[in-house]
């Protein structure tokens, strides 16, 4: 059964940092292209952070380039989501996703066209003074 479990979500104040991890089961994270995305009520998902399988040249989008680090740890089947700097506009539900599609174009075909073969529950992230 393919399952990713998010973790980490906590409330922290403007400018502080937190970790999200996701750790996967069922499949191999290795080969595939992996990322984070958020949502706060009445948005869209919204892709946040992406890793191709060669963890080279990661997408990230604008708000967040860098403030925050996406990586991966192929030995422990897990990706994480180093966020710095936190502003209330960060609050949301991060959710980690994997695809299975590894090629030309694979990080816009994630975090952009939102192309997700699997998703895990999300983990709340509240930014607050």
């Known amino acids: 059964q393919v399952q990713l479990v998010e973790s980490g979500g906590d409330l922290v104040q403007p400018g502080g940092s937190l970790r999200l991890s996701c750790a996967a089961s069922?499949?191999?994270?290795?080969?595939?292209?992996i990322g984070w995305f958020r949502q706060t009520p009445g948005k869209e998902r919204e892709g946040v952070a992406c890793?191709?399988?060669?963890?080279?040249?990661?997408y990230y989008t604008d708000s967040v380039k860098a403030r925050f680090t996406i990586s991966r740890d192929n030995a422990k089947n897990t990706v994480y989501l180093q966020m710095n700097n936190l502003k209330p506009e960060d609050a949301a539900v991060y959710y980690c996703?994997?695809?299975?599609?590894?090629?030309?174009?694979?990080?816009?075909?994630?975090?952009?066209?939102?192309?997700?073969?699997?998703w895990g529950r999300g983990t709340q992230v509240t930014v607050s003074s």
């Open positions: 996703v994997a695809s299975s599609y590894v090629g030309r174009l694979e990080l816009f075909r994630l975090c952009v066209s939102g192309e997700v073969d699997y």
């Open positions: 069922g499949f191999t994270l290795a080969s595939h292209t």
């Open positions: 890793l191709s399988s060669s963890d080279d040249s990661p």
